[in-house]
């Protein structure tokens, strides 16, 4: 093992009894369980402030956090003779959540809203804001990938010869860009109205103004982030959480899903009401969650993709998932169908 990472292991207090590497760090087995330990390119505030929020988790239940173990000193950062900076954190050998497993994937969405309802428990301090934390409204974001898009179509329209790739982007360019702007201009409505409630005071995380209806979110959920033990589920990673509406956290994960199982309109219900046993979703948040399904994220990344990389050459995956995603349309229009008759 590199001799950097002995020299961060031992400023810890315990005995290491074995180390492998595993998701691009050092699972290590120790006197005191599991850990991992990899090295860090952020800040000390950032870590503070996940380390005080998840300490306030009750992690007594079947919901599980991977929380930072800190040193002899103290200190949640560690720090090597060359200023390589490492972090250690707790950790479960578990397996990731089965996507292909209805029971698995119904079990994790009623964990994470376990984990919404706990992190909505916890007041947000006027010492988090930091640009990680309050982070840019969804109707911005939805904006400015609208234009990623314009610019991808506006360069391939002036190619005289064009790919496949580039003939599948002009065949079903309209029928994608109409729905992101449909759905851009359903989301910007939401922050336009004057009913009170979560989507509207995204104005107020802007501003950083404490106690605003918003609350914490994951912020990167996937099925790589949860692990699924025997008596519990542990949610993991928590390096992009921050103040936002939770169901886009809903939304991550059962995207995935979805897009697995071909857009199964049963199966997408079925997901949200094991979430809504736990924590239900008002009218508002549902409405946000409609227009996030509606905005066809993955051809927006498909095109993305495209215009940043090498333009002369774009692999055949690439083509066959602008294919699946017309193939799967119909099945994800009558899921939408079906989700907004529940708003």
Not at 19 to 37: A, P
Not at 53 to 66: E, F
């Amino acid at each position: 093992m590199n001799e950097k990472y002995v020299e961060a292991l031992e400023q810890y207090d315990m005995e290491v009894i074995s180390v492998r590497k595993g998701r691009g760090s050092w699972i290590c087995e120790t006197d005191r369980g599991v850990s991992l330990l990899k090295e860090y390119r952020g800040t000390v505030k950032r870590l503070e402030f996940e380390d005080e929020v998840l300490g306030q988790l009750d992690l007594r239940t079947s919901l599980r956090a991977d929380r930072y173990i800190r040193n002899r000193e103290d200190a949640i950062l560690t720090v090597t003779g060359d200023g390589s900076c490492y972090i250690l954190k707790e950790w479960y050998s578990d397996r990731e959540c089965n996507l292909k497993d209805g029971f698995e994937i119904r079990q994790a969405l009623a964990r994470l809203a376990m984990l919404h309802r706990q992190l909505r428990e916890i007041p947000f301090k006027e010492e988090w804001s930091m640009g990680s934390v309050c982070e840019p409204p969804l109707k911005d974001e939805m904006e400015r990938h609208n234009r990623e898009m314009q610019r991808a179509r506006n360069y391939i329209r002036e190619k005289r010869r064009k790919s496949e790739f580039e003939l599948c982007v002009i065949g079903n360019y309209s029928m994608f860009y109409q729905q992101a702007r449909e759905a851009a201009k359903g989301m910007a409505g939401l922050w336009e109205q004057g009913d009170e409630g979560e989507v509207r005071n995204l104005e107020a995380a802007e501003l950083r103004v404490p106690g605003t209806p918003l609350h914490l979110c994951h912020g990167d959920l996937d099925q790589h982030h949860v692990l699924m033990g025997g008596h519990y589920t542990a949610i993991i990673e928590y390096n992009r959480m921050h103040l936002g509406i939770q169901v886009s956290d809903l939304y991550r994960f059962m995207r995935k899903v979805m897009e697995k199982h071909g857009w199964n309109a049963d199966l997408g219900l079925s997901m949200l009401e094991s979430y809504e046993r736990v924590l239900p979703i008002d009218r508002e948040e549902k409405r946000c969650l409609y227009y996030l399904f509606l905005y066809p994220e993955k051809y927006w990344k498909q095109l993305n993709f495209y215009y940043n990389a090498n333009k002369a050459w774009i692999p055949g995956r690439n083509i066959d998932k602008l294919k699946s995603l017309e193939l799967q349309e119909a099945s994800r229009r009558l899921f939408l169908r079906r989700l907004e008759m529940s708003i």
